[in-house]
């Protein structure tokens, strides 16, 4: 008779955790889709890619700056190098967007968000070179595996695709891929963890003084670009800056980094399916194959083995970042 109220303790506690986790994936599947829909919005918006830039950065400053200022009180402020490398990270971070929101238009919404994930492959050698961490041999199997992909992806072997300029989108896509992998890198080595909310501030608001410095030279800075597409940056800034980047960050953490990485991969998938309903946008067979090289590549060229067993990706922030 004494088990049985043990038993049953056990059995709430186990639902409740089960509860918890389903509540966290949901979370993070609806962030992983908001980030999706920025590709969208930001291409219905129809701003150049600085004004997009600054515009969705100011936006949603106010709200991460009154949560930085939270974190401050209770876990003290940023270190001088802190600041310096969150600035850093800042001017890459405005790069990233630049030219992905310049690729949105060139290439597609859906393809532009595939072709970024690139990422994953320029981090680790980013790290190979700088830092002298060896590179799994499934990362080198990979590779050119995800290159391949690019260049399909990119409809950069076939004539009569859709898309203003495939071949310029490619290259922006995959720029952006680059100044958002040394974002990663300098963000990792920066040492500030526990201290996000104030990096993420320093961050919005180094990349909206570097869009509104570059737009003049690169294609133009609306300082007000009209009522409709501030409407638009506006759930841009919620979608991505806010609501979704917050529900990646805080689920993502919360869950097995195997399913985490799954669930992140609704973002590009995701983003390939508004571009098809919202925007007409019709990839290629052979653009649609190159999405699933690129994905599956990036996916398997940066998973390791636990416990002998299950294959576990550390999850990088790629989701928030598209946004």
């Known amino acids: 008779m004494s088990d049985l109220p043990i038993r049953q303790l056990g059995t709430h506690r186990d639902v409740r955790t089960v509860s918890a986790r ?21 291409k219905v918006a129809a701003t150049t890619p600085a004004t997009a830039t600054a515009a969705r950065c100011l936006i ?17 402020g940023m270190s001088s190098g802190g600041l310096l490398s969150a600035a850093f990270c800042g001017a890459l971070f405005a ?11 060139e290439v597609g919404a859906g393809l ?50 859709s898309g203003s300029d495939p071949g310029r ?34 961050v919005l608001a180094t990349s909206a003084v570097v869009a509104v410095a ?24 919620i979608t991505g800056q806010l609501f ?20 992140l991969l609704l973002t590009p998938v995701g983003a390939v ?3 098809a309903v919202a925007l007409a946008e019709r990839p290629s067979p052979l653009q649609l194959a190159g999405c699933l090289l690129v994905l599956v590549a990036g996916h398997l060229g940066t998973a390791r083995k636990a416990d002998g067993a299950s294959l576990i990706r550390q999850p990088q922030p790629s989701a928030a970042a598209r946004a």
């Open 112 to 161: 532009s968000t595939v072709l970024v994930n690139a990422q994953v492959a320029v981090v680790p050698l980013l790290s190979r070179l700088i830092d002298r961490e060896p590179i799994s041999r499934r990362f080198a199997l990979t590779l050119p595996v995800l290159l391949v992909g690019v260049l399909l992806a990119g409809g950069m072997v076939e004539h009569g695709i």
């Open 244 to 263: 979704g980047w917050l529900l990646v960050a805080f689920c993502s953490g919360r869950l097995p980094s195997a399913v985490s990485s799954a669930i």
């Open 214 to 237: 570059v737009g003049p030279w690169w294609h133009g800075l609306q300082v007000w670009p009209g009522w409709r597409a501030i409407g638009w940056l506006v759930l841009v800034a």
């Open 60 to 76: 949603a400053l106010p709200v991460v700056l009154a949560l930085a200022i939270r974190e401050c009180r209770r876990h003290g």
């Open 273 to 275: 399916a508004l571009g």
């Open 95 to 105: 790069g990233d967007m630049l030219m992905w929101t310049q690729a949105i238009g």
């Open 169 to 202: 989108g490619t290259v922006h896509a995959v720029g952006a891929a680059l100044c958002y992998s040394g974002f990663l890198f300098l963000l990792r080595r920066g040492g500030q963890a526990g201290k996000p909310m104030q990096t993420y501030t320093v």
């Open 22 to 42: 389903s509540l966290d994936r949901v979370g993070l599947a609806t962030g992983a889709l908001s980030v999706s829909a920025s590709a969208v919005l930001l």
